[in-house]
């Protein structure tokens, strides 16, 4: 019934930078714009966050300092597990929090137990096996007949992975966990407790691993594969010279030359967590909240939930076949 | 570990991020600046790479100035001359325009109705419409179902306003207008327009409204409402939801009134003047349809009309969400037992097939054996023939040898006599030989 559209008319400019007093000739088409900004405000955001790590590598102040608030496990329940389980767990907690008018759930997943252990073989499994159930939920709520009108969204967006600052190179444990997590969820490795080590020695950490990632075919965020455009290549290169960060978290605050700051206070200085000369915090925290949150999202929605979709639509097919012919494909 | 678990289940139930009692999240002050609030500035740029499209879907007979309207709504000349009204059936034709606007990107789509109301028999006018609204959602629900889809990057051409427009009589709405409004309203977003409406009078046009209002009404017919749950723009729609439906009047002339040049239609007792609220409602319409609701359009049509139609769809299809007595479903194996289903028909199909097949080589088979079997007997006759023949043969030769061999001796046994009588007769017996011989 209806013909092929004929498409892409370029008609006369339409109010092209001639908006200014002239009402004739504009349409109004970019308020559409301020109308998604509305609903986006309305809505509210989610972001669900994962630490791993060994413990006693500060993940929970690091947590707390990204987000300003007690927001990590340790800090709701204090008393809660001074021990270190014997197997990893996995515990997330929900917070709400807003900021000039945005609201947004902020899901903190803390893997206690992770690399404690003295047999650490598998270790990433529990975690690769919580991730893939919430892309499992997701998909069982998208499948159904009657479904939501926003469908809850658990999927883990970003992973902070700990590395120890033992300035040498990569462990196994780390490499092990990061391949195959990689595959499923977007990594973002740090170098925790960065204040043992002195800028030369950051920096010669920094190259060993990012040696030891491109040796084992690793791919961190931001993921080079993503980029959508050459705008993207330039900003996400920049990232991608810069990571892993080197980061020190603190929740403390101390006066520092008249003002108060985030910081550590040893004998010998101050490190000032906020200042980008003492350690990188301040670019973990452009990056992962202030520029590429929604970025963080969109690839866990559209590119590493997809993935898992295909495998799981395929393998169920592939699957009930064998049952029925019995006998393999 | 309470709340943990209050929080697990309050996912499964809260209808938005937030939940309105907050359970199970808890609300946590920020002691200093984070910087996620720029989160809807990263949300707005990914939509501003990305582009923006808007369907919108043009109902109304021939000549109540349809394409006009979109040229005066859109500030530019869409192709296209006037439709005739010679047309056969109701046809759907749509055209895609790309528009930019500062920094936005608009995929335009214009889908016109033609030859609607043209017909004498008008009962299935409404039938290409309907056809038309639902392939586009079907288009997208396929790409949905599909294993490896590309959601994020797919031309959204799913109807998101249906202008529908009146013509101006001034009575009452055409049993052709309420069927079909009737027949669209769960499944795109009406907004009724009072098409040409410089033809129809102040007063006239007050009672003209109300009673199109109140038949809409009480024959239930769903037309969009403007959203009122935002208080940023709640005042507003509310009060244009009451000017409904929409007089307006579309003109791409333009006309100088004062010292300005303004898009009008020019009569000799006056000039109607298209953007002046008070000769008509265009610039509310303009208002709402876009600078307002645009967003809301698009996300009406996809959370209510499509999951409706989707909803519809696989239930049509056999699938459910719950079994009454063991656990739910889920799409994926239905649409396995489904599959399994189509794949034992195949099969049998394909027994049946295997079958007949069968059964007509065995035949052929048959018939083969039958002639080789004449043939070998055929053979086997000649054969026979062939050795009597030979016998016969055989039989003759041995019999014209023993001729031969009785006519050698006869010889023989002459040469010896003749030698012999040689010897004794001499030269008298050659003689009497040779006079014996002539």
């Known amino acids: 019934m209806a013909d092929a559209a004929k498409t892409a008319q370029q008609p006369q400019p339409v109010g092209r930078g001639e908006k200014a007093g002239a009402e004739f000739g504009y349409v109004g088409v970019d308020s559409v714009l301020e109308q998604m900004r509305r609903k986006a405000m309305k809505q509210g955001f989610e972001l669900n966050i994962m630490a791993v790590g060994q413990s006693g590598l500060g993940k929970s102040t690091l947590i707390n300092t990204l987000f300003k608030s007690k927001v990590s496990r340790r800090s709701v329940k204090p008393d809660d597990e001074e021990r270190i389980p014997k197997t990893i767990e996995i515990k997330s907690i929900s917070h709400d929090i807003e900021e000039k008018g945005v609201r947004m759930k902020l899901t903190v997943i803390d893997t206690p137990g992770f690399g404690d252990q003295i047999n650490n073989e598998n270790c990433w499994q529990p975690i690769m096996k919580f991730i893939n159930e919430q892309y499992e939920q997701y998909l069982q709520e998208e499948i159904n007949i009657n479904r939501k009108k926003r469908i809850p969204d658990t999927r883990v967006h970003c992973c902070i992975y700990f590395i120890p600052p033992t300035g040498h190179c990569l462990r196994p444990i780390d490499i092990e966990f990061m391949r195959h997590l990689s595959k499923v969820v977007n990594i973002v490795p740090i170098i925790a407790k960065a204040d043992t080590l002195t800028l030369e020695e950051r920096d010669f950490f920094r190259q060993k691993i990012k040696e030891d990632l491109r040796a084992n075919e690793i791919e961190v965020y931001p993921q080079k594969e993503f980029d959508e455009d050459a705008e993207d290549r330039v900003i996400n290169d920049n990232i991608r010279e810069k990571i892993p960060f080197a980061v020190v978290g603190s929740d403390q605050e101390y006066q520092v030359n008249g003002k108060r700051l985030l910081g550590r206070r040893t004998r010998w200085g101050t490190v000032e967590v906020e200042n980008t000369a003492h350690c990188e915090f301040a670019y973990l925290r452009d990056l992962l909240i202030r520029t590429h949150m929604q970025n963080l999202k969109d690839i866990t929605s559209s590119i590493h939930y997809e993935v898992y979709r295909v495998r799981r639509l395929n393998e169920d097919s592939t699957q009930t076949h064998d049952e029925e012919d019995g006998h393999p494909m | ?438």
């Not at chain 2, 028999?121 to 419409?129: C, L, R, V």
């Not at chain 2, 409406?197 to 024959?219: C, P, Q, W």
């Not at chain 2, 409706?308 to 969400?321: A, I, Q, S, V």
Request: glycine share 6%.
């Open chain 2, 1 to 438: 570990f309470h709340r943990e678990a209050k929080f697990q289940s309050s996912r499964h139930l809260c209808d938005s991020a937030f939940d309105s009692q907050g359970e199970g999240a808890r609300s946590v002050p920020l002691s200093g600046h984070v910087g996620f609030d720029s989160m809807p500035d990263q949300l707005v740029n990914k939509s501003v790479n990305h582009g923006f499209c808007f369907n919108i879907l043009c109902v109304g007979e021939t000549g109540l100035g349809k394409s006009t309207l979109m040229d005066t709504l859109f500030n530019t000349k869409f192709e296209g001359e006037p439709m005739q009204h010679s047309q056969p059936g109701v046809q759907l034709r749509s055209s895609t325009y790309e528009l930019q606007e500062s920094n936005v990107r608009l995929k335009l789509t214009i889908v016109n109705t033609i030859g609607f109301g043209d017909q004498i028999n008008k009962e299935d006018s409404y039938k290409p419409i309907v056809e038309f609204i639902d392939t586009q959602f079907e288009a997208y629900l396929q790409e949905e179902l599909k294993i490896k889809r590309t959601l994020h990057s797919y031309h959204d051409s799913r109807v998101h306003a249906c202008l529908y427009f009146i013509a101006p009589t001034g009575h009452s709405l055409k049993s052709l207008d309420l069927v079909t409004m009737k027949k669209l309203d769960s499944k795109v977003n009406i907004i009724p327009i009072i098409a040409k409406s410089d033809a129809i009078s102040k007063s006239e046009l007050a009672k003209f409204k109300i009673k199109i209002t109140s038949e809409l009404v009480s024959n239930g017919v769903q037309i969009y409402q403007f959203p009122t749950d935002d208080e940023t723009v709640a005042e507003i729609n509310s009060n244009m939801n009451g000017h409904l439906p929409f007089a307006v009047v579309g003109s791409t002339e333009e006309v100088k009134i004062g010292n300005k040049m303004v898009k009008a239609r020019q009569y000799p007792w006056g000039t109607v003047q298209v953007e002046n609220e008070n000769h008509c409602d265009f610039v509310k319409l303009r208002e709402m349809l876009i600078r307002v609701n645009m967003e809301d359009l698009r996300e009406q049509t996809h959370t209510r009309h499509y999951e409706l139609y989707r909803r519809c769809k696989l239930e049509e299809m056999g699938f459910k969400d719950t079994d009454p007595d063991s656990k739910p479903f889920s799409l994926q194996e239905t649409y396995e037992a489904k599959r399994n289903e189509f794949m034992g028909e195949l099969q049998k199909k394909e027994e049946e097939m295997r079958q007949m097949f069968v059964q007509r080589v065995k035949e052929k088979e048959a018939e083969l054996k039958e002639a080789e079997k004449e043939l070998h007997e055929k053979f086997d006759r000649l054969k026979k023939l062939h050795q009597e023949e030979k016998k016969k043969l055989e039989d003759k030769k041995k019999a014209l040898d023993d001729e031969l061999n009785i006519f050698k001796q006869k010889k023989t046994a002459a040469e010896l006599l003749q030698s012999q009588a040689q010897q004794a007769g001499g030269s008298t017996t050659l003689k009497r030989d040779k006079e014996r011989k002539k």
